[in-house]
Structure formats: C-alpha cells, structure tokens
C-alpha cells in the first residue's frame, strides 16, 4: 500500500475506463501527436504482447507488422498523449508475456480468437456501464464536495449551508 498522499496524486491522473484489455488482445491504440502548433490522432494496432508496471507506471507493448517488418511499440497507460485504447479481437492465450512471437512467421504468429456468448458480451457491456456510471456519480459527489469546501473558505456561509 502507498502513502494516502500518494494515492490521492496518482487518482487524479489515473484511467479507470479503459483498463479491461489483456494480453494476446488485438487492439488499436489512439496517440494524439503535436507537430508544432498542430495536433494530429494516429493509430497503432496490433497484438498486446506484454503488459508490465502498476500505478501511474504501468506500461503495455503492442506489436505489429509493417512490411514484413515487426515493429514494437510500448505505451504508458495512464499518458494523456494516449487517447483512446479500443479491443480490435480477443486472442486465446496461455503465457503473460507473449516474446514468443518475435520469432514466429506467418500462420504461426496467428493467435487463436477467444469466443463469447452473446450473453457474456451484454453483461460485460452493462458492468462496464454500471461501472461509468458509479464513476460519473462519484466525481459529480467530489466536485460538489469542493465547491461547498471552497464556499466555506470563502466565507460565505449561505452558501456552504444551502448545498449541504
């Protein structure tokens, strides 16, 4: 366990909705790239091979092929430069560090889908749903927390009482 100053850090930063991908998963990772005074999305999908660290460290590699090349890329998870992490397909898997396909070609590098019920994926959707919005619910609890606290200190004591 961390230091309770820690933590209240570290939660500010952190991203709870996109936390449900997993080894051996195809996914397409979105960067927001800035060139000078513009700023661009760019896509990188590919096979998470590894996934490593905890926190506000943890970091996942994907890899993919670019012309008959294989091309690794290693992601902070928690960076704000990484927009959006979505599940492409579910591969079928035995190992958490998947090193293993840097030598594989061809057919060999397939990784086998992981199938699931229609009614597994709904209830996965309403527990992703439930979890948004018991989120959303308790930012919007926190935040009125901080303005009745901001309020107080302003010494306006109306206003302190009337939200409460």
Same mark, same amino acid.
């Given at each position: 366990?961390?230091?309770? !100053? %820690?933590?209240a850090v570290e939660k500010k930063y952190r991203r709870e909705n996109?936390?449900?991908?997993? %080894?051996?998963? #195809?996914?397409? *990772? #979105? %960067?927001? @790239? /800035?060139?000078?005074?513009?700023?661009?999305?760019?896509?990188?999908?590919? *096979?998470?091979?590894?996934?490593?660290?905890?926190?506000?460290?943890?970091?996942?590699?994907?890899?993919? !092929?670019?012309?008959?090349?294989?091309?690794?890329? #290693?992601?902070?998870?928690?960076?704000?430069?990484? *927009? $959006? @992490?979505? #599940? /492409?397909?579910?591969?079928? @898997?035995?190992?958490?560090?998947?090193?293993?396909?840097?030598?594989? *070609?061809?057919?060999?590098?397939?990784?086998?889908?992981?199938? @699931?019920?229609?009614?597994?994926?709904?209830?996965?959707?309403?527990?992703? !749903?439930?979890?948004? $919005?018991?989120?959303?619910?308790?930012?919007? /609890?926190?935040?009125?927390?901080?303005?009745?606290?901001?309020?107080?200190?302003?010494?306006?004591?109306?206003?302190?009482?009337?939200?409460?």
């Amino acid at each position: 366990m961390k230091h309770p !100053l %820690i933590d209240a850090v570290e939660k500010k930063y952190r991203r709870e909705n996109e936390l449900d991908f997993g %080894i051996g998963e #195809t996914v397409r *990772v #979105t %960067i927001k @790239i /800035v060139e000078g005074n513009k700023e661009r999305l760019q896509d990188f999908e590919g *096979v998470v091979i590894a996934r490593r660290g905890s926190g506000l460290d943890e970091m996942f590699t994907v890899r993919r !092929l670019v012309g008959n090349e294989g091309v690794e890329r #290693t992601f902070p998870l928690h960076s704000p430069k990484v *927009v $959006r @992490i979505k #599940t /492409v397909r579910r591969g079928k @898997i035995r190992r958490c560090k998947l090193y293993y396909l840097r030598e594989r *070609v061809g057919r060999a590098r397939k990784l086998r889908e992981r199938r @699931i019920s229609a009614e597994a994926r709904k209830a996965a959707l309403e527990a992703q !749903l439930a979890k948004a $919005r018991a989120l959303r619910e308790a930012d919007e /609890v926190a935040k009125a927390a901080r303005e009745r606290e901001a309020a107080a200190k302003a010494g306006s004591p109306e206003m302190a009482t009337s939200e409460a």
